[in-house]
Structures are given as structure tokens and as C-alpha cells.
């Protein structure tokens, strides 16, 4: 493993952090004002996404400022000055959007945001920390994989005939032609901008291709927030579906803290040479995976409830039957490893929805 080299002294310092008010974006805000109370933590947000209204107020009790902004709106960016980092996490996250939707709103929050934001950057020098997604891998190609059907979930198989995949998971070598969704386009496409960008203005950009993130805040749906979603349906009421792969529920996705990518977040922003130009993946790997079956599982033994779970045939489009993340790369930048486990993912995410079950019931319903 690469030795990190010595952390750099921040002792002020601005970040924007767009999408301030979401799920991971609140939960970045808070942490790192928590870490570094001289920091300036701006969360700029439109609000769209129904539940991100409930942050506000951990946001103003953590003295981090809230904007009402959008970044498909230059103005909104253009108009702030004095930012040393920017941390992009706005995106509209969900695997079909432009599926059940008009693809406008992604296209322009998640690839011309990107623009907006690397435009601000670029004229003040700010460093660029941009969350992917593992999305920018293609959905055939992810398909065609080898694997095994155990007792619970479905498992990779050792010999593969594409590169970039093993038993550890899928890396960054893997390829990357082909269709894969177009929120995973646009995440792909804005990459492609943030490596123009670091050639040709010298910022400094890293890009964390993220798989799964879970854990207390997220307010999550079907098609994205997964285990939250599993566990809102075993803590609140509600029925579940095991969808495509024959209805087993054996697809197969590994899982990473928040609070688990916050410290990586964090090491990032305070050594910005050691990271300049990386891509690398982020994920809870092949240590922190599990399939659906398996969730619905723990979910009853955290929760004590048990909700009936419908095997269904009908497939989504664009899903595949097992991700994982295979974090290597990240051994040649730092040290930092997920500390976090399932069971205590969902655990965290148990005891929020039961702390906040009034305010959350219509929400997550």
C-alpha cells in the first residue's frame, strides 16, 4: 500500500457543497463542519427532492449556510465568491430517470450542473471533488457476467471473460462501451468534462465512482436508496417485491456508510495533490454486500417486524444482477478502508426511522 502522504493545514477554508441539502450532501456538511469548525460550509440546494427540507435544520444547528440554488442555473454559481473546494454531489440519482420522465431534468442537473460548477471552479481555483456513480458502468456488459447461484444471493465466478472483474468485484479497468442508463451517461459525460478541465486548466479533480451509499437521511424510493427503502418498509409498514432474476431476490449489491465516505470525502479535501486527477471506485466492496434476500433478513432481526415480500418477475430497466465495488485503487492514495458493516448500516438507518417516524411516515410512504 502507497504511503498517505502528510495531511495539508486548512486552517480557513470555503466549500460548496451542491446538493447540500440531500442525502449525502447534508451528511458531508455536517461532518466536516463538525471536523473543522474554522471552515466556512456552504449547502447550496433547490429542494427538489421531496424530504430534503427536513435538513435544513441540521444544517443551520451545524453552522453550515444554506443557499437556495439550483445548478442548472449559472447565476446561482457564478455569483459566489471566495470558494477553495467544491464538493459536487447534485445529481438526480435515479437509475430511471428518463425512463418514467422526460429526460430534461437529468440532463441538465447532472451533465450542464457539472459544466456550472467546473465553470466556478475554474475561475477561482477551487478544487474539484465530483461523487459518480458505478452507474457509468454499461448495463449489457455488467449482464453478461459470470456468477453462481448460491443458497441467498448470486456470486461472481472466478473465471470472466471481460477485464476489470474478478471476485473482488468490478474495477475501473473495466470497459465502458456500451449503453448504461442515462443517469449513468450523464455521470459518465460529466467525468469526461472534469478530465478536459484538469488537462486544460490545471484544477484539481477527483472522481469517486460510488456504489451504493446508505445510512440515516435518506429518504429512500425503489429506484434509488434501496436499503433504506427495505428497511422504511420493515420499521414503517408496507409491503416489498423481490423484481426480476426469477423473483429470488438474489441480486446482489455491496453497500457503503455515509458517514464511511464522509472520511474519505474529507482526506480528499485536505490533501488535493496527492488526489489531483484520480477516478477511482468507491464502495463497501465484496466485504459489505449483500442481496436482497439477504436485507430482508437482517431487516426482521433489527426491526423485530416481518412485511410480506412478493416474488415478481418483472424486470427494471437497466438492472443488473450483481455490483460490486472493487476499491483496489484507492490502497495507492490512502489508507482509508469502510469500518462499518451491514448490519450496523442498517441498524443506524433503523433507529432513524424510528426516532423520526412522524415526520418520515408520508415521506417514505
Known sequence: MAASPTTETFEKRCVLVTGGAGFIGANLCTSLAKRHPDWELIALDNLKRRGSELNLSRLREAGVEFLHGDVRKPEDLLELDGVDALVECSAEPSVLAGVDS????????????AYHCLELARRQSAQVVFLSTSRVYPVAALGSLHYGERATRFELADEQELPGVSRAGISEAFPLAGARTLYGATKLAAELLIEEYTSAYGLSTVVDRCGVVAGPWQMGKVDQGVFTYWMAAHALGGSLRYLGFGGSGKQVRDVLHVADLADLVDDQLCRPEAWRGATVNVGGGAEHALSLRETTELCREISGNSVPVEPSAESRPGDVPIYV???????????????????????????????????LRTVLA
Request: hydrophobic fraction near 30%.
Open 102 to 113: 422526460p429526460p430534461d431534468y437529468a440532463l441538465q442537473t447532472n451533465l450542464l450542473g
Open 325 to 359: 465495488s472493487d476499491c483496489g485503487m484507492l490502497a495507492g492514495y490512502t489508507s482509508w478502508q469502510p469500518r462499518r458493516s451491514c448490519t450496523e448500516i442498517l441498524a443506524d438507518i433503523h433507529s432513524w426511522l424510528t426516532d423520526h417516524r412522524n415526520d
